[in-house]
Every structure is written in C-alpha cells, then in structure tokens.
T-cell receptor, first 112, second 111 residues
Framework: DTAVSQTPKYLVTQMGNDKSIKCEQNLGHDTMYWYKQDSKKFLKIMFSYNNKELIINETVPNRFSPKSPDKAHLNLHINSLELGDSAVYFC???????????FGSGTQLSVL | DAKTTQPNSMESNEEEPVHLPCNHS???????IHWYRQLPSQGPEYVIH???SNVNNRMASLAIAEDRKSSTLILHRATLRDAAVYYCILHFSGGYNKLIFGAGTRLAVHP
C-alpha cells in the first residue's frame, strides 16, 4: 500500500493551460506539504497544511492554489501554466508539524 | 534558517562503510539535525535525525560533534541501493516543519 500517492506521475501540457495534481496519504497524518524540485535538483517547500489549515505559503505565485478537502488530501491547482513551472512536484505528509516527512514519488510536470 | 555544507559528491565501494560529512557551524541550540536521501526518480526518504547524542537505526548511524557544528552520517556497509543524494538539514524544533533542502551529497557506490 502506497503511503503518500500522487497523480498523475507525468503531466505534459501547453503554456497557458490549467492543471491539477492530486495527493492522498493513508497514514493518518495531520500535516501535508507540496515541494518543488527544479532542474537544478533543489527541493523547495511551497505550501503546508495542518488539519486543512494553510500554515506555510512560501511566496509562491498566486497561480498556484493548494486545496485540502480533508486531512488525507492536498491537491495543487496551477492556472495559466508557464515554461518555468516545469519541475517535479512532491507531496509529503508528517504526523505533526515537527516530525519526519514521508514523500510521494513525485509528479513530473512539463510545460511546452 | 541555519545552513549546512556538504561535499557535492562521494564514492564508495560496495560493502564498505561510508562517512558522509555535514558542516553546520551556525546551528542553534534548538535545531535538530535531519538526514534524508533521494534515490533516483523517487521522493526523498527520511534516514535519521538527532539533537546532541549519537543515534543509530536500522538504516544508518548519526555521529554529532560535541560542539554540534558538524555531523557525519555513517552507512556501515554500503550497497548498490544506497546510491542516492543525501541531504543534511537543520530543523528548528519550535517552528513549523519547513525543511530547507540544500544541494546534498551525491553518493556513488561501485560493485
């Protein structure tokens, strides 16, 4: 059973389109995250939710909108996709706000 | 956020121990030292963490210098599956879980 699952694994789309990436965790964790790994392989936190409440928002363009319908899900919607949005996006969860993270396997987004 | 410094890359032979160093000279008293690794085409995976004392788990050992300005992740017997990028991260225990990943050390393991 996959603990943190993301869909889709690959996403290829045109500039200007709107797309969503879904994330689900079956670990019963309270906190979920989105990280972005760019072409230089640096991992940067984008958002964090704790019990469906946004607690970290790291100066991400407002074209990116996370949505947490419940504790087990944190989806990422991206409007008006740009070339620079091409990256691997990782979802993660943790039992609490200061505990170890469990990552999904990533979604590779390619904007053409 | 306190910063860590790691070598860009290291190499090891299979079944030999590997010592991965990390410098964190600006660490504060409440920062935990976390290690994660990222295997090719996968998400990061938690390895180990500690505050002051050395720590052991089934994956690795963490040796922390007495002044806490450096630490070493020890893989006791490297396997080909240990080839990955290893990240040393300082985690402020009092704030939100905002792990700041650096460039990490790319470990190559040779048969």
């Amino acid at each position: 059973d996959t603990a943190v699952s993301q869909t889709p694994k690959y996403l290829v789309t045109q500039m200007g389109n709107d797309k969503s990436i879904k994330c689900e965790q079956n670990l019963g964790h309270d906190t979920m995250y989105w990280y972005k790994q760019d072409s230089k392989k640096f991992l940067k936190i984008m958002f964090s939710y704790n019990n469906k409440e946004l607690i970290i928002n790291e100066t991400v363009p407002n074209r990116f909108s996370p949505k947490s319908p419940d504790k087990a899900h944190l989806n990422l919607h991206i409007n008006s996709l740009e070339l620079g949005d091409s990256a691997v996006y990782f979802c993660a969860s943790s039992p609490g706000q200061n505990e170890k993270l469990f990552f999904g396997s990533g979604t590779q987004l390619s904007v053409l | 956020d306190a910063k860590t410094t790691q070598p860009n890359s290291m190499e090891s032979n299979e079944e030999e121990p590997v010592h991965l160093p990390c410098n964190h000279s600006t660490i504060s008293g409440t920062d935990y030292i976390h290690w994660y690794r990222q295997l090719p085409s996968q998400g990061p995976e938690y390895v180990i963490h500690g505050l002051t004392s050395n720590v052991n788990n089934r994956m690795a050992s963490l040796a922390i210098a007495e002044d806490r300005k450096s630490s070493t992740l020890i893989l006791h017997r490297a396997t080909l599956r240990d080839a990955a990028v290893y990240y040393c991260i300082l985690h402020f225990s009092g704030g939100y879980n905002k792990l700041i990943f650096g460039a990490g050390t790319r470990l190559a393991v040779h048969p």
